[in-house]
């Protein structure tokens, strides 16, 4: 039998990882990160809301205000995000592809120039059933 979890603890959990993005004092918010793992090169910073998720339904949670965006840093191809706390510190990381390839999370174009302007449209992030 496999392990599964009632919705109230999924809510939970989920609730859980969006405390920890708003945690810490460096900065005022977590941030949504494009990365060049050759680098690795952080390639854009988006800062989140804080809170930056919704409240967990279904054990689901929805990034707060998007679309988001910020102009891109450094030039290079993303194949990886992390998601950081205030004080900078990774809560969550994971896969990026073009749109179609199957990553975590996915985009119109992996690679990125320094000066573009990159828009964050919709994160969810869903605890495990």
Same mark, same amino acid.
């Given at each position: 039998?496999?392990?599964?979890? =009632?919705?109230?603890?999924?809510? +939970? ?5 969006? +405390? ?6 460096? /900065? ?7 990365? %060049?793992?050759?680098?690795? &090169? ?9 809170? %930056?998720?919704?409240? %967990? ?6 990034? %707060?205000?998007?679309?988001? =965006?910020? &102009?891109? =840093? +450094?030039?290079?191809? &993303?194949?990886?995000? @992390?998601?950081?706390?205030? /004080? ?8 990026? &592809? ?7 999370? @996915? ?11 990159? @828009?964050?449209? =919709? ?7």
């Amino acid at each position: 039998m496999a392990i599964s979890h =009632s919705n109230a603890a999924r809510n +939970a959990m989920g609730d859980a990882v969006d +405390a920890q993005v708003n945690t810490g004092t460096t /900065d005022a918010s977590g941030d949504f990160v494009l990365i %060049a793992s050759g680098g690795p &090169t952080d390639l854009v910073s988006i800062v989140l809301q804080d809170p %930056a998720f919704g409240a %967990a339904a279904s054990g689901v949670i929805t990034l %707060a205000g998007t679309p988001l =965006s910020n &102009t891109a =840093s +450094a030039t290079g191809t &993303t194949d990886t995000f @992390e998601i950081r706390d205030k /004080d900078n510190g990774v809560v969550i990381d994971g896969t990026v &592809t073009a749109t179609g390839g199957g990553g975590d999370v @996915e985009i119109d174009n992996t690679s990125i120039a320094s000066g573009q302007t990159v @828009e964050l449209s =919709s994160l969810t992030w869903t605890a495990p059933v």
